[in-house]
């Protein structure tokens, strides 16, 4: 019997596994993706130092291995590099249409099928559609008043500007997260002047970044499945600790955190000296609340004579630099917005129509919900890839891919095979999953009431990260339990 044929949107990690993994079940797909590449987030994220803060022994597909890799935490062009070496390898190319953003995708009752209508038009139908748009993809950009007054070069972080000039000049870099602790050790290096404007500190543990060894890199070119069980690149080693390392920062334990807390205090300690840039630089809030973030180079830079630490709010941009709302203004030549995306709305580009004329937008309005964050009520056949509660605080989210996609799998082979067209959670089951992720969520950092981050939503719920243990996870997921589902 014929298998299904599916369109995924987005040629990320997320979408390229979901195609792969398809295609060897016998199932045909058609991917939609907005960029002019492959790669999602590593071929919109192009900015100085970009790279991925898991081990590429963990991030890489554990099915799709790559010998060209160069250091034990890769950099996100060879990510998107090794995004292209899959594409290649498992020969999806002729099924990837680049450079046309999908805009509306609607599901027929009578049919039992959906069709996803692009921005040049283009209309592609299939029996199901996966959704591998990532959560992160959208900039943020502050809405900090005279921004558009500023006449020197601005930039952000999730769509940097190569041309503009950063070597001798006055640069400020408004943020202080993940993307800022990457992208302030290289201006460092070369920017005149470096303000760096933190709105609030964050937690910073060792990254313990290294080259990969000749052994193994030569290993890694002759015989891959041997350089897997070594050093940097041990995966099942680096995979055991980082599950650990759930109930060791994000537990609501004091025990857990206590260690981290310590690792944190002591790596900020080694590297600065002054203790008045410590204390600006010691959150107030409980460690592993917000994303924990790993560098071994962003304290230092911020101890560079050329580096300016400003905790200072900011109260205005205008033409020729930033000023704070104590009266200090800082003279730029560039502005870098390193503030990261927009998270909690859950607000989808497509406009995604299910049943009774559904819009998952809609539905999505106040807080998001799937079942196992992958299937939602009213959606037939729509299969979520990083949906709502499976971010992650620990791990790797490619793990998360992994076992998503092979549920999407398993139940459209299980549709194939039963001859049913679809299938859709109910919304009995969708509240129970959801209601025991809420409650485990309780007893996490997450829920302390002195945590706020973009974990959350406005009303405190906890929407986006899985409640335990990513092995926890993959036994949720690990068959389709169709009691849970109305078949079509």
Same mark, same amino acid.
């Given at each position: 019997?014929?298998?299904?044929?599916?369109?995924?949107?987005?040629?990320?990690?997320?979408?390229?596994?979901?195609?792969?993994?398809?295609?060897?079940?016998?199932?045909?797909?058609?991917?939609?993706?907005?960029?002019?590449?492959?790669?999602?987030?590593?071929?919109?994220?192009?900015?100085?130092?970009?790279?991925?803060?898991?081990?590429?022994?963990?991030?890489?597909?554990?099915?799709?291995?790559?010998?060209?890799?160069?250091?034990?935490?890769?950099?996100?062009?060879?990510?998107?590099?090794?995004?292209?070496?899959?594409?290649?390898?498992?020969?999806?190319?002729?099924?990837?249409?680049?450079?046309?953003?999908?805009?509306?995708?609607?599901?027929?009752?009578?049919?039992?099928?959906?069709?996803?209508?692009?921005?040049?038009?283009?209309?592609?139908?299939?029996?199901?559609?996966?959704?591998?748009?990532?959560?992160?993809?959208?900039?943020?950009?502050?809405?900090?008043?005279?921004?558009?007054?500023?006449?020197?070069?601005?930039?952000?972080?999730?769509?940097?500007?190569?041309?503009?000039?950063?070597?001798?000049?006055?640069?400020?870099?408004?943020?202080?997260?993940?993307?800022?602790?990457?992208?302030?050790?290289?201006?460092?290096?070369?920017?005149?002047?470096?303000?760096?404007?933190?709105?609030?500190?964050?937690?910073?543990?060792?990254?313990?970044?290294?080259?990969?060894?000749?052994?193994?890199?030569?290993?890694?070119?002759?015989?891959?499945?041997?350089?897997?069980?070594?050093?940097?690149?041990?995966?099942?080693?680096?995979?055991?600790?980082?599950?650990?390392?759930?109930?060791?920062?994000?537990?609501?334990?004091?025990?857990?955190?206590?260690?981290?807390?310590?690792?944190?205090?002591?790596?900020?300690?080694?590297?600065?000296?002054?203790?008045?840039?410590?204390?600006?630089?010691?959150?107030?809030?409980?460690?592993?609340?917000?994303?924990?973030?790993?560098?071994?180079?962003?304290?230092?830079?911020?101890?560079?004579?050329?580096?300016?630490?400003?905790?200072?709010?900011?109260?205005?941009?205008?033409?020729?630099?930033?000023?704070?709302?104590?009266?200090?203004?800082?003279?730029?030549?560039?502005?870098?917005?390193?503030?990261?995306?927009?998270?909690?709305?859950?607000?989808?580009?497509?406009?995604?129509?299910?049943?009774?004329?559904?819009?998952?937008? =809609?539905?999505?309005?106040?807080?998001?919900? $799937?079942? !196992?964050?992958? /299937? @939602?009520?009213?959606? %037939?056949?729509?299969?979520?890839?990083?949906?709502?509660?499976?971010?992650?605080?620990?791990?790797?989210?490619?793990?998360?891919?992994?076992?998503?996609?092979?549920?999407?799998?398993?139940?459209?082979?299980?549709?194939?095979?039963?001859?049913?067209?679809?299938?859709?959670?109910?919304?009995?089951?969708? =509240?129970?999953?959801?209601?025991?992720?809420? $409650?485990? !969520?309780?007893? /996490? @950092?997450?829920?302390? %009431?002195?945590?706020?981050?973009?974990?959350?939503?406005?009303?405190?719920?906890?929407?986006?990260?899985?409640?335990?243990?990513?092995?926890?996870?993959?036994?949720?997921?690990?068959?389709?339990?169709?009691?849970?589902?109305?078949?079509?």
């Amino acid at each position: 019997m014929a298998g299904k044929h599916v369109i995924i949107i987005g040629a990320g990690l997320g979408g390229l596994c979901a195609a792969i993994k398809l295609q060897e079940a016998g199932h045909t797909y058609s991917i939609v993706e907005k960029m002019d590449r492959v790669g999602g987030t590593w071929a919109q994220n192009t900015y100085p130092g970009v790279a991925c803060d898991v081990p590429v022994a963990l991030y890489q597909f554990s099915f799709a291995q790559s010998v060209n890799w160069s250091r034990a935490y890769p950099q996100g062009g060879e990510i998107q590099a090794y995004a292209e070496e899959i594409t290649d390898r498992y020969q999806l190319r002729p099924n990837v249409h680049l450079g046309d953003e999908a805009t509306e995708a609607v599901w027929d009752e009578a049919s039992k099928t959906w069709t996803v209508t692009t921005v040049s038009g283009a209309t592609y139908t299939g029996d199901a559609v996966i959704g591998a748009l990532g959560q992160l993809n959208r900039p943020n950009w502050p809405a900090i008043p005279g921004k558009d007054d500023f006449q020197g070069a601005i930039t952000h972080s999730a769509g940097w500007d190569h041309s503009i000039e950063t070597k001798g000049k006055r640069v400020g870099i408004i943020g202080s997260a993940a993307s800022a602790v990457q992208i302030i050790p290289e201006i460092a290096k070369e920017a005149s002047e470096l303000v760096v404007f933190q709105r609030s500190p964050n937690w910073v543990i060792p990254r313990r970044d290294v080259q990969l060894s000749m052994e193994e890199g030569a290993l890694l070119g002759t015989d891959p499945e041997s350089a897997m069980k070594l050093g940097a690149m041990n995966r099942e080693i680096i995979y055991q600790n980082a599950d650990t390392y759930f109930w060791q920062a994000f537990k609501w334990t004091p025990e857990g955190r206590a260690a981290y807390h310590t690792i944190a205090i002591n790596h900020m300690n080694k590297q600065v000296a002054d203790p008045d840039l410590r204390a600006k630089l010691t959150p107030d809030y409980p460690v592993g609340c917000r994303r924990i973030l790993i560098s071994d180079d962003y304290f230092p830079a911020l101890t560079q004579e050329n580096v300016t630490l400003e905790t200072d709010g900011i109260e205005t941009i205008d033409a020729t630099g930033v000023q704070t709302a104590s009266g200090t203004h800082h003279d730029l030549d560039v502005i870098a917005f390193a503030t990261g995306f927009e998270t909690t709305g859950w607000r989808w580009s497509v406009d995604v129509q299910g049943r009774g004329g559904a819009h998952l937008n =809609d539905v999505w309005k106040d807080y998001p919900e $799937a079942y !196992l964050g992958i /299937t @939602v009520a009213d959606f %037939p056949n729509l299969f979520v890839l990083y949906g709502p509660n499976t971010n992650l605080g620990h791990n790797s989210i490619t793990f998360m891919l992994e076992r998503q996609v092979e549920y999407a799998v398993k139940a459209l082979d299980g549709l194939t095979e039963s001859g049913n067209a679809a299938m859709v959670p109910t919304k009995a089951a969708q =509240d129970r999953f959801n209601a025991q992720v809420q $409650a485990d !969520l309780d007893k /996490t @950092v997450w829920a302390d %009431p002195a945590c706020n981050s973009w974990y959350k939503n406005e009303h405190g719920k906890i929407t986006q990260n899985w409640s335990s243990h990513t092995r926890d996870y993959a036994a949720a997921v690990a068959e389709v339990k169709l009691e849970d589902y109305e078949l079509i």
